[in-house]
Nanobody, 119 residues
Framework: QVQLVESGGGLVQAGASLRLSCAAS????????MGWFRQAPGKEREFVAR???????YYADSAKGRFTISRDNPKNTVYLQMNSLKAEDTAVYYC?????????????WGQGTQVTVSS
């Protein structure tokens, strides 16, 4: 059974930083792109960032320059470092694992972690 368990969300002020973590189990970590998506209230879920086994990264325009995705392969864990947070970053953040590295869907999803940025 595949499990993706996110942690690290919370309530912060604008300009602050947060680091999200996602621990994966039940899948071959090296065969999956790992990514982060988010869904704000009243909006569709959107792609944020992804990373492959070798560490190649890809970001949504909204994340470029502020967010950094990384992975620790021996620990089966992926991270999202978020700096200079803005109110518009408020959303539920979901970890995702996908064999193809798609930006609009994934094979597996975590349960989500809430990030709230107050202005």
């Amino acid at each position: 059974q595949v499990q993706l368990v996110e942690s690290g969300g919370g309530l912060v002020q604008a300009g602050a930083s947060l680091r999200l973590s996602c621990a994966a189990s039940g899948l071959t970590f090296s065969r999956h792109y790992m990514g982060w998506f988010r869904q704000a209230p009243g909006k569709e879920r959107e792609f944020v960032a992804r990373i492959n086994w070798a560490g190649t990264t890809y970001y949504a325009d909204s994340a470029k320059g502020r967010f950094t995705i990384s992975r620790d392969n021996p620990k089966n864990t992926v991270y999202l470092q978020m700096n200079s947070l803005k109110a518009e970053d408020t959303a539920v953040y979901y970890c995702a694992a996908d064999r193809l590295g798609r930006s609009n869907r994934a094979d597996y999803w975590g349960q989500g972690t809430q990030v709230t940025v107050s202005s």
